[in-house]
């Protein structure tokens, strides 16, 4: 019987029962919040642990029909990764609610620096180049497909951000995408 969870069984953990993308993303996500949170004081600790399980919810273990995938994140890391984890009572809430509400889908408001700052490094990671590799890779093997969903992602995403750096990365970022996406209509000669 596990009596404490350390931060590598975390990692380890996420690597068992996710998928191979789950570990970079975590960490291009606790990478893009040292870039834009550099003025908002918070938790690296809570932040780190977030990163890694805000998709768990998402894993085939763990997936549930009609949960929502952040809500499923948040009952797992509530059952299951808490009770063996040495946080105080504060950090755990604020663990809880970074997860719940990372998803650019959620449009409820934040309480902490941490959720936001989480949720905002997760809506960077669906623009740019990186966004657009994740959606092809992804699949299925249809551009068509793929780029709709790229366009539907970015344009839910668009406009949302709070913070100035992570506004500042957005804006690189869709302009990167929009070079991208006239390549690719040019390439495609207008057929996708």
Same mark, same amino acid.
């Given at each position: 019987?596990?009596?404490?969870?350390?931060?590598?069984?975390?990692?380890?953990?996420?690597?068992? /029962?996710?998928?191979?993308?789950? /570990?970079?993303?975590?960490?291009? *996500?606790?990478?893009?919040?040292? &870039?834009?949170?550099?003025? %908002?004081?918070?938790?690296?600790? /809570?932040?780190?642990? =977030?990163?890694?399980?805000?998709?768990?919810? =998402?894993?085939?273990?763990?997936?549930?029909?009609?949960?929502?995938?952040?809500?499923?994140?948040?009952?797992?890391?509530?059952?299951?990764?808490?009770?063996?984890?040495? %946080?105080?009572?504060?950090?755990?809430?604020?663990? %809880?609610? =970074?997860?719940? *509400?990372?998803?650019?889908?959620?449009?409820?408001?934040?309480?902490?620096?941490?959720? %936001? *700052?989480?949720?905002?490094?997760?809506?960077?990671?669906?623009?740019?180049?990186?966004?657009?590799?994740?959606?092809? =890779?992804?699949?299925?093997?249809? /551009?068509?497909?793929?780029?709709?969903?790229? *366009?539907?992602?970015?344009?839910?995403?668009?406009?949302?951000?709070?913070?100035?750096?992570? &506004?500042?990365?957005?804006?690189?970022?869709?302009?990167?995408?929009?070079?991208?996406?006239?390549?690719?209509?040019?390439?495609?000669?207008?057929?996708?």
């Amino acid at each position: 019987m596990v009596t404490q969870l350390t931060f590598d069984d975390i990692i380890q953990m996420t690597l068992e /029962v996710g998928e191979d993308w789950a /570990v970079a993303h975590a960490e291009r *996500l606790i990478r893009l919040v040292e &870039q834009i949170g550099t003025d %908002l004081p918070h938790d690296s600790d /809570v932040i780190e642990l =977030a990163a890694y399980m805000h998709d768990w919810g =998402a894993f085939p273990q763990y997936i549930r029909k009609d949960v929502e995938h952040a809500i499923r994140s948040r009952q797992v890391a509530e059952s299951d990764i808490l009770p063996y984890l040495d %946080l105080t009572p504060s950090q755990k809430d604020i663990l %809880l609610e =970074a997860i719940e *509400l990372h998803d650019y889908r959620d449009t409820r408001s934040v309480q902490s620096n941490e959720a %936001l *700052l989480l949720r905002e490094a997760d809506m960077l990671e669906f623009l740019g180049m990186m966004g657009m590799a994740r959606e092809f =890779a992804r699949g299925p093997k249809n /551009v068509e497909t793929c780029y709709k969903r790229i *366009l539907s992602r970015r344009d839910g995403i668009q406009g949302r951000f709070i913070l100035p750096r992570a &506004q500042e990365i957005a804006r690189i970022r869709l302009e990167r995408m929009q070079t991208s996406f006239q390549w690719l209509d040019e390439e495609s000669f207008g057929i996708l």
